[in-house]
């Protein structure tokens, strides 16, 4: 009977020099599930646009939802969400606390994302 679906293998042969070449590349699970969360974190429009306001530069939670048109627990939320993932970190100068990207990575890899999504 004809494969109606074309985008699935209608064999069963096992390419031998695909799974020696990538067996010994495979992730550990440990590894797959710390990169699962980074991208759930990243996962929400909210955290998208902290995240793109904070590229810019560090702003405190008033700002921020300023920004963004929210209240100050709802950022409150999504910035612990943020820095539990390791995407921000904070600073405190007297009373306000400074929020920024956590490194450069954070900037590469939504700069990496937009190029994809804009392509």
Same mark, same amino acid.
């Given at each position: ?8 293998? @209608?064999? =069963? !042969?096992?390419?031998?020099? #695909? ?5 010994? %590349?495979? /992730? ?10 980074? !991208?759930? *974190?990243? *996962? ?7 995240? %793109? ?13 300023? /920004?963004? =048109?929210?209240? +100050? @627990?709802?950022?409150?939320? +999504? ?8 995407? #921000?970190? $904070? ?5 306000? #606390? $400074? $929020? @920024?990207?956590?490194? $450069?990575? #954070?900037?590469?890899? !939504? ?9």
């Amino acid at each position: 009977m004809e494969n109606l679906n074309n985008d699935t293998c @209608s064999c =069963n !042969f096992i390419h031998e020099d #695909v799974v020696n070449l990538v067996k010994d %590349n495979i /992730l550990d699970e440990n590894t797959i599930n710390n990169l699962s969360e980074l !991208f759930k *974190a990243i *996962a929400d429009p909210t955290r998208i646009k902290i995240i %793109n306001i904070l590229i810019n530069t560090e702003a405190c939670v008033c700002d921020i939802a300023s /920004l963004l =048109n929210m209240t +100050q @627990s709802a950022i409150s939320h +999504q910035l612990r969400v943020l820095k539990s993932a390791r995407l #921000v970190k $904070y600073r405190k100068e007297g009373k306000v #606390v $400074y $929020y @920024s990207l956590d490194d $450069y990575h #954070v900037n590469d890899i !939504f700069e990496k994302g937009l190029n994809h999504v804009r392509e």
